[in-house]
């Protein structure tokens, strides 16, 4: 794994670490996939928020490094996100992503670009594509697990198809600071938060 990234994973475990409230939500998280991740064949996680431009991405990416991390880069479970609408992967998410060290590369120019997202140097592990999508795009495949990544998306999307179980797992919008002197700061502290909770959650799961 790319050395910067790992240090911001490291970092964001320690300054993430939940407590209260938050620390309840996130066991019962651990609790419910570990009995859902115990049926064969395992679901996908799948991370939903309604325009799956921001935190849907954010979580689908640092769950993904995380498992890399714990597995010894074989992974386990497949992961992908997903909205109820589709609008595109927002530039700030990716321009966040960068700072952190991930290494991304444009692949189409529309108004719903695909990025490849890397973390790992010289080809060791394929990259993350990532677009914005919704529910019944091909890249999703039954049965999955529905990780629910906003509010918006929790109140609004009764039925996720394919879902054999899902999660409340909510996140503040970075979308709020756009456009602002704050802007860079507050997606780096959001990534930063669910890179930290991605990593509680996933090493109760994965490691027992």
Same mark, same amino acid.
């Given at each position: 794994?790319?050395?910067? @990234?790992?240090? $911001?994973?490291?970092?964001?475990?320690?300054?993430?670490? !939940?407590?209260?409230?938050?620390?309840? #939500?996130?066991?019962?998280?651990?609790?419910? +996939?570990? /009995?859902?991740?115990?049926?064969?064949?395992? %679901?996908? +996680? #799948? $991370?939903?928020?309604?325009?799956?431009?921001?935190?849907?991405?954010?979580?689908?990416?640092?769950?993904?490094? *995380?498992?890399?991390?714990?597995?010894?880069?074989? %992974?386990? *479970?497949?992961?992908?996100?997903?909205?109820?609408?589709?609008?595109?992967?927002?530039?700030?998410? @990716?321009?966040?992503?960068?700072?952190?060290? $991930?290494?991304?590369?444009?692949?189409?120019?529309?108004? /719903?670009?695909?990025?490849?997202?890397? $973390?790992?140097?010289?080809?060791?592990? !394929?990259?993350?594509?990532?677009?914005?999508?919704? +529910?019944?795009?091909?890249?999703?495949?039954?049965?999955?697990?529905? @990780?629910?990544?906003?509010? =918006?998306?929790?109140?609004?999307? !009764? @039925?996720? !198809?394919?879902?054999?179980?899902?999660?409340?797992?909510?996140?503040?919008?970075?979308?709020?600071? =756009?456009?602002?002197?704050?802007?860079?700061?507050?997606?780096?502290?959001?990534?930063?938060?669910?890179?930290?909770?991605?990593?509680? *959650?996933?090493?109760?799961?994965?490691?027992?």
């Amino acid at each position: 794994m790319n050395s910067a @990234i790992h240090r $911001f994973l490291q970092q964001a475990a320690e300054a993430w670490y !939940p407590s209260g409230e938050r620390k309840v #939500l996130l066991d019962e998280a651990v609790r419910k +996939l570990k /009995n859902l991740l115990a049926d064969s064949p395992r %679901p996908m +996680l #799948l $991370f939903v928020c309604t325009h799956n431009s921001r935190r849907s991405h954010l979580a689908r990416v640092w769950a993904e490094v *995380v498992q890399h991390q714990l597995s010894d880069g074989k %992974p386990q *479970v497949r992961m992908e996100s997903a909205g109820t609408e589709a609008t595109a992967c927002n530039e700030r998410t @990716i321009a966040s992503l960068e700072r952190t060290g $991930f290494q991304i590369e444009k692949k189409s120019e529309s108004e /719903n670009p695909v990025y490849y997202c890397a $973390f790992v140097e010289a080809g060791g592990y !394929p990259a993350m594509k990532l677009w914005s999508k919704t +529910l019944d795009d091909p890249a999703i495949e039954a049965p999955v697990v529905a @990780i629910m990544t906003c509010s =918006d998306a929790d109140l609004n999307c !009764p @039925i996720v !198809p394919g879902a054999v179980g899902r999660i409340r797992l909510t996140y503040d919008d970075p979308k709020s600071s =756009d456009g602002t002197p704050e802007e860079a700061g507050t997606y780096d502290r959001r990534s930063a938060q669910i890179a930290g909770e991605m990593h509680y *959650v996933l090493s109760r799961v994965m490691t027992g």
